[in-house]
């Protein structure tokens, strides 16, 4: 188990956020338990507070790092998460509360550092400020036990600044991340949905390809089917040497392919156990572009012949084309008559034959999403000669 | 499974380094920024405090030496790339200097956790090499501290809680900044993948859709006629600004590149255009495979495509055969059906080679797409997987 726990953490790269995150609550967990195993000795040898006070700060540590383990095998990352901070805070305040020596204040330190583990920045406002207050405030009051005699003038204030200049190196840090990893995900998020809409135009041609070819739908094939069974039975056997649902299963996703999931959700006559098994299928369904579809169509992509990587490979920007305007002008007058000619995906009928009209071509053209292709100078010029481009070129 | 995996299309790790050096511009004028901001405090103290202006003269030249050094590199790195790499390991450095600088010169307790903020300036290169300096720098001045200069953390009369507290939070501070570190890392690799990943997936769905849609239409992009509407407009422009006709050559050259012409004739015609030209010029074909057409296309299906802010982060998003709330069952149909129809094929999409299968299967980062369970089934068991879908599809060809 620890060795599959740490192959986790060493390839983190590879996992959903979801995973990393339970991943950072675990090695909390796993530090807090190290520092309250070093916490038992301190308190009995070292720490200046009664046995019963002693005795109340071991229970409650002991109950909240219960509690945070819970939460973390509950998959409840969250409160896991608030938990550990306020226990590491309560850490910091046991020592710094129960001894005079320096380092005690390193507790500070190591308290930010568990906040900025999480990168979440609201909980650092919350309680990195807090630490960094509490801090402060233990500077202001201890200050015997952080001068060295002789010391440098100031040293207090030193202190201070150091103590809040690694808040907001870290707070910064935060601030960066958050602000490029939201950017990212924006990117990514949209980027899918794009390509979802190129996939649902490769599901057309590739179902008119198997029409003109007279060849049943792969789910129609029975040796598919056959196949699929045989692999199941296989599989599920190898796991819990059972094999039996399959049927049931499979009848019900054989049937999502005639039928609508919409009316198999509003129909009476199937249980809800079953509604709920429908939606999950529906996402791997073959009769559409489906997540299944999407992630086949994606594996055979790597298959297909590529031109080799160059650092352009991903620039879609007229700019980064062409920087010459002479070349510009011809490829933004080709690229209206590409928009406002071709066919841009099925219609209502289901027929590859959707055209985008001149208005929507003029939104793309000068609309917000313009910008991830056109500079604002090449989208002033088609907004000044508009009419030349809806004379000229939108004409059959 | 124990082996370090690779990404599923090569582009992958080229476009992440790519990505890694846009990122490290704009982290080292974060770090330009705190050591300006750091090299004024220092300054002002010192004067304030009357440390002797040789010592304080020293200092200030190690800062403006390591903020020039950076601002010089940064300029050459947008020239070569390498700069930006040689700028971060020598920053590093730098920084590490600076902070011992202070430690000696201050030879004060408050001094040492300048050290902490050293390795928290260092932390925003999100480097896995970097932070392995940072933390070998951080546990051998902490080491050096510690055996040579015990008064700088008040242990000229150690006391054992005062030495077993030091080393040990010493120790756990280290340990904590060092996980932190670490799993930020990871976290950028993530990102940087992912987006990695939807760029090449998107490149080659393009190329996909652009074949697929050749095959069915049996038609091409009537250049002849785009090129003839585009040659008019030219013309009308020109009239309007005033100007004679001076995109008349291009768009002729543009019209015999769309043919796939270009000759010895061509270039010979031609000698003003050098390799880069011709190369740039073919980007630019609105028909074939051109970048320009796949702009365009990626233009027309960016239409109405609207990103709520509830999307953002959602997992929903992840295709895989591994969603967290599907039951085994569902996770293992889900995978047999995909495995199966790559063997199958179908129309438009011949079957794959079973060693291609296996090799992104068990090599690649695809795995993670897969429930561990079932990939483990699969992984001990490729031949079984192999022969079974191979054994149904002959007697079906029978």
Same mark, same amino acid.
């Given at each position: 188990?620890?060795?599959?726990?740490?192959?986790?953490?060493?390839?983190?790269?590879?996992?959903? !956020?979801?995973?990393?995150?339970?991943?950072?609550?675990?090695?909390?967990?796993?530090?807090?338990?190290?520092?309250?195993?070093?916490?038992?000795?301190?308190?009995?040898?070292?720490?200046?507070?009664?046995?019963?006070?002693?005795?109340?700060?071991?229970?409650?540590?002991?109950? #909240?790092?219960?509690?945070?383990?819970?939460?973390?095998?509950?998959?409840?990352?969250?409160?896991?998460?608030?938990?550990?901070?306020?226990?590491?805070?309560?850490?910091?305040?046991?020592?710094? @509360?129960?001894?005079?020596?320096?380092?005690?204040?390193?507790?500070?330190?190591?308290?930010?550092?568990?906040?900025?583990?999480?990168?979440? $920045?609201?909980?650092?406002?919350?309680?990195?400020?807090?630490?960094?207050?509490?801090?402060?405030?233990?500077?202001?009051?201890?200050?015997?036990?952080?001068?060295?005699?002789?010391?440098?003038?100031?040293?207090?204030?030193?202190?201070?600044?150091? $103590?809040?200049?690694?808040?907001?190196?870290?707070?910064?840090?935060?601030?960066?991340?958050?602000?490029?990893?939201?950017?990212? @995900?924006?990117?990514?998020?949209?980027?899918?949905?794009?390509?979802?809409?190129?996939?649902?135009?490769?599901?057309?041609?590739?179902?008119?390809?198997?029409?003109?070819?007279?060849?049943?739908?792969?789910?129609?094939?029975?040796?598919?089917? =056959?196949?699929?069974?045989?692999?199941?039975?296989?599989?599920?056997?190898?796991?819990?040497?059972?094999?039996?649902?399959?049927?049931?299963?499979?009848?019900?996703?054989?049937?999502?392919?005639?039928?609508?999931?919409?009316?198999?959700?509003?129909?009476?006559?199937?249980?809800?156990?079953?509604?709920?098994?429908?939606?999950?299928?529906?996402?791997?369904?073959?009769?559409?572009?489906?997540?299944?579809? #999407?992630?086949?169509?994606?594996?055979?992509?790597?298959?297909?012949?590529?031109?080799?990587?160059?650092?352009?490979?991903?620039?879609?920007?007229?700019?980064?084309?062409?920087?010459?305007?002479?070349?510009?002008?011809?490829?933004?007058?080709?690229?209206?008559?590409?928009?406002?000619?071709?066919?841009?995906?099925?219609?209502?009928?289901?027929? !590859? =034959?959707?055209?985008?009209?001149?208005?929507?071509?003029?939104?793309?053209?000068?609309?917000?999403?313009?910008?991830?292709?056109?500079?604002?100078?090449? !989208?002033?010029?088609?907004?000044?000669?508009?009419?030349?481009?809806?004379?000229?070129?939108? =004409?059959? | 499974?124990?082996?370090?995996?690779?990404?599923?299309?090569?582009?992958?790790?080229?476009?992440?380094?790519?990505?890694?050096?846009?990122?490290?511009? +704009?982290?080292?004028?974060?770090?330009?920024?705190?050591?300006?901001?750091?090299?004024?405090?220092?300054?002002?103290?010192?004067?304030?405090?009357?440390?002797?202006?040789?010592? +304080?003269?020293?200092?200030?030249?190690?800062?403006?030496?390591?903020?020039?050094?950076?601002?010089?590199?940064?300029?050459?790195?947008?020239?070569?790339?390498?700069?930006?790499?040689?700028?971060?390991?020598?920053?590093?450095?730098?920084?590490?200097?600076?902070?011992?600088?202070?430690?000696?010169?201050?030879?004060?307790?408050? %001094?040492?956790?300048?050290?902490?903020?050293?390795?928290?300036?260092?932390?925003?290169?999100?480097?896995?090499?970097?932070?392995?300096?940072?933390?070998?720098?951080?546990?051998?001045?902490?080491?050096?501290?510690?055996?040579?200069?015990?008064?700088?953390?008040?242990?000229?009369?150690?006391?054992?809680?005062?030495?077993?507290?030091?080393?040990?939070?010493?120790?756990?501070?280290?340990?904590?900044?060092?996980?932190?570190?670490?799993?930020?890392?990871?976290?950028?690799?993530?990102?940087?993948?992912?987006?990695?990943?939807?760029?090449? *997936?998107?490149?080659?769905?393009?190329?996909?859709?652009?074949?697929?849609?050749?095959?069915?239409?049996?038609?091409?992009?009537?250049?002849?006629?785009?090129?003839?509407?585009?040659?008019?407009?030219?013309?009308?422009?020109?009239?309007?600004?005033?100007?004679?006709?001076?995109?008349?050559?291009?768009?002729?050259?543009?019209?015999?590149?769309?043919?796939?012409?270009? *000759?010895? %004739?061509?270039?010979?015609?031609?000698?003003?255009?050098?390799?880069?030209?011709?190369?740039?010029?073919?980007?630019?074909?609105?028909?074939?495979?051109?970048?320009?057409?796949?702009?365009?296309?990626?233009?027309?299906?960016?239409?109405?495509?609207?990103?709520?802010?509830?999307?953002?982060?959602?997992?929903?998003?992840?295709? /895989?055969?591994?969603?967290?709330?599907? /039951?085994?069952?569902?996770?293992?149909?889900?995978?047999?059906?995909?495995?199966?129809?790559?063997?199958?094929?179908?129309?438009?999409?011949?079957?794959?080679?079973? %060693?291609?299968?296996?090799?992104?299967? *068990?090599?690649?980062?695809?795995?993670?797409?897969?429930?561990?369970?079932?990939?483990?089934?699969?992984?001990?068991? +490729?031949?079984?997987?192999?022969?079974?879908?191979?054994?149904?599809?002959?007697?079906?060809?029978?």
């Amino acid at each position: 188990m620890m060795k599959s726990f740490f192959r986790r953490i060493r390839d983190a790269e590879f996992l959903p !956020m979801s995973e990393v995150r339970k991943i950072k609550a675990i090695l909390v967990l796993i530090f807090l338990g190290l520092m309250t195993a070093i916490t038992i000795p301190f308190s009995i040898f070292f720490l200046d507070y009664s046995a019963g006070m002693k005795i109340l700060f071991l229970v409650v540590f002991l109950v #909240s790092y219960a509690l945070i383990t819970l939460f973390v095998s509950l998959n409840r990352i969250v409160p896991s998460i608030q938990i550990s901070i306020l226990y590491t805070i309560g850490l910091a305040l046991l020592y710094t @509360n129960g001894t005079n020596e320096f380092y005690a204040y390193l507790f500070f330190f190591i308290s930010l550092s568990v906040i900025v583990f999480y990168q979440e $920045l609201y909980a650092y406002l919350l309680y990195a400020t807090a630490v960094a207050g509490l801090g402060i405030y233990y500077i202001l009051t201890h200050q015997a036990s952080l001068i060295n005699t002789p010391d440098i003038p100031g040293v207090i204030i030193i202190h201070i600044v150091i $103590l809040v200049v690694f808040y907001f190196v870290f707070l910064v840090q935060i601030l960066y991340n958050e602000k490029l990893y939201t950017d990212m @995900n924006y990117d990514w998020v949209k980027m899918n949905q794009v390509i979802d809409k190129y996939q649902e135009d490769i599901y057309w041609f590739l179902d008119e390809i198997r029409k003109e070819a007279r060849v049943s739908a792969i789910q129609e094939d029975l040796a598919y089917q =056959k196949v699929v069974s045989e692999l199941f039975v296989f599989v599920e056997k190898q796991i819990r040497d059972s094999g039996k649902e399959f049927q049931t299963l499979f009848e019900l996703y054989l049937y999502l392919h005639e039928r609508d999931l919409e009316k198999i959700l509003d129909s009476d006559e199937i249980s809800g156990q079953l509604k709920k098994t429908a939606t999950r299928l529906h996402k791997y369904l073959l009769n559409a572009r489906t997540e299944l579809f #999407s992630l086949i169509t994606n594996f055979y992509c790597r298959f297909r012949p590529a031109v080799p990587y160059e650092p352009n490979r991903y620039h879609y920007r007229l700019n980064d084309l062409t920087n010459h305007s002479d070349e510009q002008v011809i490829a933004i007058a080709n690229l209206y008559q590409y928009l406002i000619h071709e066919v841009a995906g099925p219609d209502e009928w289901d027929q !590859m =034959k959707r055209v985008l009209s001149l208005e929507e071509v003029e939104e793309l053209l000068t609309g917000a999403d313009a910008e991830e292709f056109l500079t604002p100078t090449q !989208m002033a010029f088609f907004r000044d000669n508009e009419e030349l481009f809806r004379e000229y070129l939108a =004409k059959k | 499974m124990n082996r370090k995996r690779s990404y599923m299309f090569p582009e992958i790790e080229d476009y992440r380094e790519d990505l890694e050096i846009q990122h490290l511009r +704009t982290k080292n004028h974060f770090v330009i920024g705190l050591l300006t901001v750091m090299m004024i405090m220092v300054f002002i103290y010192m004067l304030i405090a009357d440390f002797p202006l040789r010592q +304080t003269l020293i200092l200030m030249f190690g800062f403006l030496f390591v903020i020039l050094f950076n601002i010089g590199n940064l300029a050459y790195g947008s020239e070569n790339n390498r700069f930006y790499q040689l700028n971060k390991y020598l920053t590093t450095l730098g920084v590490y200097s600076l902070a011992l600088g202070i430690l000696f010169v201050f030879a004060s307790p408050a %001094a040492v956790i300048v050290l902490f903020i050293a390795y928290a300036i260092c932390a925003f290169f999100q480097d896995m090499r970097i932070m392995f300096i940072s933390n070998l720098f951080l546990l051998f001045f902490a080491i050096m501290i510690v055996k040579g200069y015990p008064e700088y953390l008040f242990m000229e009369n150690p006391s054992a809680e005062n030495n077993a507290g030091l080393t040990l939070f010493f120790i756990a501070f280290i340990l904590i900044l060092t996980i932190t570190s670490y799993i930020i890392i990871k976290q950028k690799q993530f990102f940087y993948s992912q987006i990695a990943m939807s760029k090449e *997936t998107e490149f080659r769905n393009l190329d996909l859709l652009i074949d697929l849609e050749k095959e069915v239409t049996k038609t091409a992009v009537d250049t002849d006629r785009y090129y003839e509407r585009t040659s008019q407009f030219l013309e009308a422009f020109c009239r309007k600004i005033g100007i004679e006709n001076l995109f008349q050559e291009k768009v002729s050259i543009l019209k015999k590149l769309e043919k796939g012409e270009l *000759t010895p %004739a061509m270039l010979q015609n031609h000698p003003q255009y050098g390799k880069s030209d011709w190369e740039r010029l073919e980007q630019l074909r609105i028909g074939g495979n051109g970048k320009l057409r796949k702009s365009a296309l990626k233009m027309s299906h960016t239409f109405n495509v609207e990103v709520k802010k509830r999307e953002i982060f959602s997992e929903t998003h992840f295709k /895989s055969f591994n969603h967290q709330k599907d /039951s085994l069952d569902i996770k293992i149909l889900a995978f047999v059906l995909f495995y199966a129809a790559l063997k199958r094929g179908m129309p438009g999409m011949p079957e794959l080679e079973e %060693a291609d299968i296996r090799s992104i299967l *068990t090599s690649t980062d695809y795995s993670y797409t897969i429930d561990p369970r079932v990939f483990q089934i699969y992984q001990k068991n +490729t031949d079984v997987f192999a022969s079974i879908v191979d054994d149904w599809l002959k007697r079906r060809d029978r």
